[in-house]
């Protein structure tokens, strides 16, 4: 059994600019946005059928990775940390995700 148990997960709607994310590991394909959000919502639905109590966050609109949450920061139960993404131009999720 894993010593961690998630009882809460922030997710953040899909950017309508997703498709200018930066994906260096994987070769560039078009990106179906309404088939993103579909996944999307099945993912959030999959972690509250879990158990898991959902955060959404609005989306933004101007920041492509901004739905990938996990990247800029870790929630702990007696601390958050904000990380600081390699590339500059996520820096702004950063920022958004301390508020």
């Given at each position: 059994m894993s010593p961690f148990r998630f009882?809460?997960?922030f997710v953040r709607e899909i950017s309508r600019s997703l498709a200018r994310c930066e994906?260096?590991?994987?070769?560039?394909?078009?990106?179906?946005?309404e088939r993103t959000r579909r996944q999307h919502a099945a993912?959030?639905?999959a972690l509250e059928s879990a158990g898991v109590k959902v955060s959404v966050l609005p989306e933004a609109p101007d920041l492509p990775d901004s739905s990938f949450v996990e990247d800029p920061v870790l929630v702990l139960d007696e601390i958050?940390?904000?990380c600081r993404p390699a590339r500059a131009s996520r820096a702004p999720e950063a920022?958004?995700?301390?508020r």
């Open positions: 009882s809460h997960a994906l260096e590991h994987l070769t560039r394909q078009a990106i179906d946005l993912y959030t639905k958050a940390v904000i920022e958004l995700m301390a």
